[in-house]
């Protein structure tokens, strides 16, 4: 979608209205043709029509395929073919006995993941076709994890997952803007009340001009202008946040070492220390998450227990009641804190991964809230590339990815 089409794709006779009707409409059907065929004299032939041949405008548009340096050149390429009404199942056959590969929506998605490209819609969070999609999934990855037994799927609760199946965009995008990056604090009430109201309302930004600053301040910098001052930095990035503060920036992750990041994946701010390991041990895989507190077990077994008694006791109605409460704070998504629901920082989800072969090592396509990454270039050294942790929803493993701003959506 981010194509520069040719000044000359405009000038077609498949953009007249007439006719296209007419082409569509003097179509010699299959039928007509098999009769006519079956009428040579020489089985097998080649079939002449003449001037009852149709005659069909078509368009055909050059993709060069991948440009990005860091991948593959040309990966991706090909032509697209663009045909009137009325002729897809008659150009579908010709391709096809002429050695072309039919593919559909899987083969689109798994080669934009190789690519390294967003793939709509599942790389476009702000529209309609995405959302639907999204909760469509839901439904059916839930579906598909309560049909396995307890012993059998991951607890969720237990690894400090709290959307699983989905992104929770609009909750992600409500806890950072309720953070003020310039102050390093959470805002004061009166104002989270006045700008709730507009946290549906995120999108993605796709300013090419802001994307490719913000890409800009990603990469290392190998010299000291004065440009390159870190006041300066600041200020560009606030001036960013106060223009885009609801904005998601849709960003490429590459892994630092080993790891293949999948959908849903979490994507969170290092700390100092982990930044440190990282520079001081080009070994070290990444820190651990500490295992969280279930209190739909705990539960059960408070329930267990007190069916053996005869008489529930103050402390353990409170016990209960308290445990009641969390359970019911857990399972309401609305309610609950992404930003600070791990040890790390939450700022992002993965919406496409893989492992490029391209490359030989796990990529991934995400998106950040801006005043999220706007935290991470504050904090990153200035040589070095921006790098974020990135953790699997069925796992406590955190791995170190380096990011880098998609420019072109």
């Known amino acids: 979608m981010s194509r520069h089409l040719p000044n ?57 395929g991948n440009r990005d340096n860091n991948t593959q050149l040309g990966l991706g390429g090909g032509w697209d073919l663009i045909i009137p009404e009325g002729w897809g199942m008659g150009f579908w056959m010709a391709l096809v006995y002429a050695g072309g590969r039919a593919g559909g929506e899987r083969d689109s998605l798994s080669s934009a993941k190789q690519q390294g490209t967003p793939h709509f819609p599942h790389s476009y969070p702000d529209t309609q076709a995405c959302k639907q999609l999204s909760e469509n999934n839901k439904q059916e990855l839930e579906a598909k ?32 803007n309720d953070f003020d990056v310039t102050q390093g604090r959470t805002q004061t009430s009166n104002k989270q009340t006045e700008q709730k109201s507009h946290t549906q ?49 849709c960003v490429n992750l590459k892994m630092v070492q080993r790891g293949v990041v999948t959908a849903f994946a979490m994507v969170c701010l290092p700390s100092n220390d982990d930044i440190k390991c990282l520079h001081g041990n080009k070994q ?66 993965v919406t496409e991964g893989c492992h490029r072969l391209s490359m030989g090592v796990g990529c991934a396509i995400a998106f950040c809230s801006l005043p999220g990454l706007a935290q991470l270039l504050k904090d990153k050294q200035t040589s070095k590339h921006a790098t974020v942790l990135v953790r699997n929803t069925n796992s406590l493993q955190y791995r170190f990815a380096y990011i880098d701003v998609v420019t072109k959506l």
């Not at 709290?162 to 609009?170: G, K, L």
Request: net charge positive; with cysteine.
């Open 201 to 249: 309302d995120y999108f993605v930004l796709r300013s090419r001009a802001k994307l490719n600053c913000l890409d800009k301040l990603c990469q290392p910098e190998r010299n000291s202008k004065p440009s390159n001052d870190i006041t300066t930095r600041h200020a560009l990035i606030d001036q960013l946040l106060r223009e885009n503060q609801l904005s998601l920036i």
């Open 8 to 64: 000359t794709a405009c000038y077609s006779p498949i953009w007249d209205k007439n006719i296209r009707h007419k082409v569509s409409k003097d179509k010699m059907s299959v039928n007509d043709v098999n009769k006519k065929r079956s009428e040579l004299v020489v089985p097998g032939s080649q079939l002449n029509l003449g001037r009852q041949e149709n005659r069909v405008p078509v368009l055909l548009l050059h993709n060069p």
């Open 145 to 176: 994890h309560l049909r396995y037994p307890p012993d059998k799927r991951p607890n969720f609760t237990k690894l400090g997952v709290i959307a699983p199946h989905n992104c929770p965009w609009d909750k992600l995008v409500s806890d950072w």
């Open 284 to 349: 070290y895989g990444g820190p651990l998450e500490p295992l969280h507190k279930d209190p739909q077990k705990a539960l059960k077994k408070l329930e267990k227990k007190l069916k053996t008694k005869k008489g529930d006791s103050e402390l353990d109605k409170t016990t209960k009641s308290m445990l009641l409460s969390q359970c019911e704070r857990l399972s309401d998504q609305d309610t609950m804190d992404v930003r600070n629901s791990c040890s790390r920082q939450i700022i992002g989800y």
